[in-house]
Structures are given as C-alpha cells and as structure tokens.
C-alpha cells in the first residue's frame, strides 16, 4: 500500500497529475504580503486518482518542473526546481490520513476523515513554514500564522472545489485536464493583477517623490517649516501605527504630515519670517496657507486630493472653534487630528523666532490639556504613550 509500484497505480494517471499540478503550480495569487498558489484544486483530485503515499512525491516532482521553464529562461538558478521536493510538505498530512483510512474513493470517506485530512495539509503546511522561518527570519509560531494566515483562508476556501473536481474525476479520470483551461485563466489574472501592483508601487513612490519635492520647495523657503514638517512625519506615523490605523490611512498620514505647511509657500517671507507676534492681518495671512495647500495639492490631483483635504484640515479643532471650516470632533478627518496634535507637540518643544521651546514637563501638561478641547483626546493618549516609550521630544540646543 505505502510502495511506489503498488498495482493500483495508473501510470497515465500519475502523468496527467503531475502535469495539471505543474500547471496550477505556475499560477499564483500576489498580495502585498506574499502569494500562494492555487495548487489545493488539484491536490484534492490526485489524494483520490492516486494511491495517497504516492502524492506527495507526485507534487514535489510537478513542483520541480514547474520551475524548469524559468531555468531554461534564465530567470532562476537551475538549482531552484530542487526546492519543489521541500516545498511539498503540506500534502504529506492529508496523504498519511487517507492512507491510513484505506484510500477511500470521495463519496466514501467520512467527513470526519475529509476534515481531519484538511485539518492534516493546514498543519504540514504550517509546521514546515515555520520551520523555515525560524532558521531564516527567527519568527515565533504566532507571528507565522498571521503572516499566512490568509494563504490557508485560500485553501480552504479552495479545497471544497477540489473536492467536487475529485468526485467528477474518480469517474473520469481524464477530466482532470479541464481544469487547465481555468487555471491559465486564473494565471492571466494574477499576472495582470501583479503589473497593477507593480504600477501602484512605482505611482506611489512618484507620490512621494512629488510629496519630498514640494517639502523641499517649503523648507528652502523657509528653514524652519521644512525642519518642523520632517520632525512631524516620524511622530505623526508612530501614533498612527499606536492607534491601529490600516495601511492606507497610515500612508495618508504620511504625507499629511510631510505636506502640512506646503501651503506656507504662498505666504510673503517676510510674514513667516517675522521675528515677533504677528498682528490680527498678517494672522488672517497665515491662516491661509491651509487652504493654499489644498489648492496646490489638487492641481497634482489623484492621491494629492485627498492628501489635500487632511492639509484644509489640521487647523481645526476638536471643539470646532478651528478654521478653516470650523469642523469638529471626528467631522475633522482623523489623519488631520493626528498631523495637529503632533504639529502641536513639535511647535511646543522647539525654539522658533520669537519664543524658545518649552521644557518636556511644560510642553505634556499643556498637551493634556488641550485633549478635549484643541485636540481629539484619542489622538493625545496614543501621542502620549508614543512619547514616553520613545522619549520623543524637541528642546533648545
């Protein structure tokens, strides 16, 4: 039973699994964190076309060719098929359950044994993982199954139709090539979905040279301004992060916080550079400039927009007494709660032209009680809890 030349072996059949597995090997699903393969669709088929202990070795070699077209290209080291036989682990599990059950056909296994056959591939899977990354990255088990957790939420969302492909291929065996069709199909998509990513990346990192260009006209106009929005960045990110906030909302408040006094370049020098209080006009003046920035930040457009509506924003206040629309609690857009209360951190705790910076013990106690009326409360905890754990603080040199 557990032999490579038991006499329930088709030869035939083992040539058509190895080539369908090959085939679904080749087209993976890219996310941001990673990809995965659909490869369960045909897994599943070839644990009930094949004695069990037969599939494992099966897939390690459909693994392997997977990869010869890539050694022929050039594109990998002629070594990389050799990694099929130890990325072949995961269907060892499902294939020792099966066997031990005597190689039941689909409509004759108990759920219990599907299940406990699944439950089996999940845990292969993950224990071979981890122990790549242990020796690799040094990653603890938890860390791992958050990292991958959303490549078994594939398979199992996969296994189910594998499952139905296997009951149609017990019949007809041959069937099984159908699914090929599908899987360039699936292939096409992934590969169109990966140039997107490819093109997001580089749009995003045009986004943020655009965004350095522009912090860099602010800060050669004035030297202070651009030193005052590079030191907000690193704080506005680390609350941002505190709070939970995605991904993409922790990108806005990037450049939120890169681009919140771009608007200052529309601002006479001789205002921003007044060494003294300015008088109720040159206030009026200033008080501009986030308008001015959401002005300039929509005549780049795209992603710049909405960046722009966090630079209208970041003079509001939480009591709605703010300009320039008197927004208040969460009317205010949270990245622009976040750029304010940091902005309002960094300008306590640093020497400008008319006033030195406050102390550190000074600076948190107005910071405190600003919460609730100035500044979203939230935000102010987690700058708070951001600031004692790092020490983050700007005093006079």
Same mark, same amino acid.
């Given at each position: 039973?557990? !032999?490579?030349?038991?006499?329930?072996?088709?030869?035939?059949?083992?040539?058509?699994?190895?080539?369908?597995?090959?085939?679904?090997?080749?087209?993976?699903?890219?996310?941001?964190?990673?990809?995965?393969? @659909?490869?369960? !669709?045909?897994?599943?088929?070839?644990?009930?076309?094949?004695?069990?202990?037969?599939?494992?070795?099966?897939?390690?070699?459909?693994?392997?060719?997977?990869?010869?077209?890539?050694?022929?290209?050039?594109?990998?080291?002629?070594?990389?098929?050799?990694?099929?036989?130890?990325?072949?682990?995961?269907?060892?599990?499902?294939?020792?359950?099966?066997?031990?059950?005597?190689?039941?056909?689909?409509?004759?296994?108990?759920?219990?044994?599907?299940?406990?056959?699944?439950?089996?591939? !999940?845990?292969?899977?993950?224990?071979?993982?981890?122990?790549?990354?242990?020796?690799?990255?040094?990653?603890?088990?938890?860390?791992?199954?958050?990292?991958?957790?959303?490549?078994?939420?594939?398979?199992?969302?996969?296994?189910?139709?594998?499952? !139905?492909?296997?009951?149609?291929?017990?019949?007809?065996?041959?069937?099984?090539?159908?699914?090929? @069709?599908?899987?360039?199909?699936?292939?096409?998509?992934?590969?169109?979905?990966?140039?997107?990513?490819?093109?997001?990346?580089?749009?995003?990192?045009?986004?943020?040279?655009?965004?350095?260009?522009?912090?860099? /006209?602010?800060?050669?106009?004035?030297?202070?301004?651009?030193?005052?929005?590079?030191?907000?960045?690193?704080?506005?990110?680390?609350?941002?992060?505190?709070?939970?906030?995605?991904?993409?909302?922790?990108?806005?408040?990037?450049?939120?916080?890169?681009?919140?006094?771009?608007?200052?370049?529309?601002?006479?020098?001789?205002?921003?550079?007044?060494?003294?209080?300015?008088?109720?006009?040159?206030?009026?003046?200033?008080?501009?400039?986030?308008?001015?920035?959401?002005?300039?930040?929509?005549?780049?457009?795209?992603?710049?927009?909405?960046?722009?509506?966090? /630079?209208?924003?970041?003079?509001?206040?939480?009591?709605?007494?703010?300009?320039?629309?008197?927004?208040?609690?969460?009317?205010?857009?949270?990245?622009?709660?976040?750029?304010?209360?940091?902005?309002?951190?960094?300008?306590?705790?640093?020497?400008?032209?008319?006033?030195?910076?406050?102390?550190?013990?000074?600076?948190?106690?107005?910071?405190?009680?600003?919460?609730?009326?100035?500044?979203?409360?939230?935000?102010?905890?987690?700058?708070?809890?951001?600031?004692?754990?790092?020490?983050?603080?700007?005093?006079?040199?």
């Amino acid at each position: 039973m557990f !032999l490579p030349w038991h006499t329930d072996l088709s030869w035939w059949k083992l040539v058509l699994v190895v080539g369908v597995l090959a085939v679904a090997s080749r087209t993976r699903f890219v996310t941001e964190s990673g990809h995965t393969t @659909p490869i369960v !669709l045909v897994t599943v088929p070839a644990l009930f076309l094949l004695p069990p202990p037969i599939v494992p070795l099966a897939t390690a070699f459909a693994l392997a060719l997977a990869r010869v077209p890539d050694v022929a290209m050039r594109r990998t080291s002629p070594a990389r098929p050799l990694s099929g036989f130890a990325n072949a682990w995961f269907i060892l599990g499902p294939a020792v359950v099966l066997a031990l059950a005597g190689s039941p056909s689909p409509t004759d296994a108990a759920a219990w044994i599907l299940v406990l056959a699944l439950a089996a591939q !999940l845990a292969c899977d993950l224990a071979a993982s981890w122990a790549r990354e242990v020796l690799v990255h040094g990653l603890t088990l938890r860390q791992q199954v958050a990292e991958a957790a959303w490549v078994y939420k594939v398979d199992l969302a996969l296994a189910p139709v594998g499952f !139905l492909i296997a009951i149609a291929a017990t019949d007809v065996p041959w069937s099984l090539i159908l699914l090929v @069709p599908l899987l360039l199909l699936m292939h096409y998509f992934s590969d169109e979905r990966r140039r997107r990513m490819e093109q997001m990346d580089e749009l995003n990192a045009a986004y943020r040279g655009t965004a350095m260009v522009l912090g860099d /006209v602010v800060g050669s106009d004035d030297a202070y301004t651009g030193e005052h929005c590079r030191s907000v960045v690193q704080l506005a990110l680390d609350v941002a992060l505190e709070l939970g906030l995605d991904e993409q909302t922790c990108r806005r408040v990037d450049f939120g916080a890169m681009l919140h006094d771009v608007g200052k370049v529309a601002i006479p020098k001789e205002i921003i550079n007044k060494p003294g209080p300015l008088d109720p006009e040159e206030w009026e003046i200033v008080k501009t400039h986030t308008t001015e920035g959401q002005r300039m930040l929509d005549q780049v457009g795209g992603l710049m927009r909405s960046i722009g509506l966090i /630079v209208r924003a970041h003079h509001e206040r939480w009591d709605g007494t703010g300009y320039p629309d008197g927004l208040r609690r969460d009317e205010i857009p949270i990245e622009a709660r976040i750029v304010s209360a940091c902005d309002t951190w960094n300008a306590m705790t640093t020497t400008r032209s008319y006033r030195i910076a406050m102390s550190r013990e000074a600076a948190m106690a107005e910071l405190t009680s600003a919460a609730g009326t100035q500044l979203d409360p939230g935000v102010i905890e987690a700058l708070i809890r951001v600031i004692v754990r790092t020490g983050e603080h700007r005093l006079p040199v």
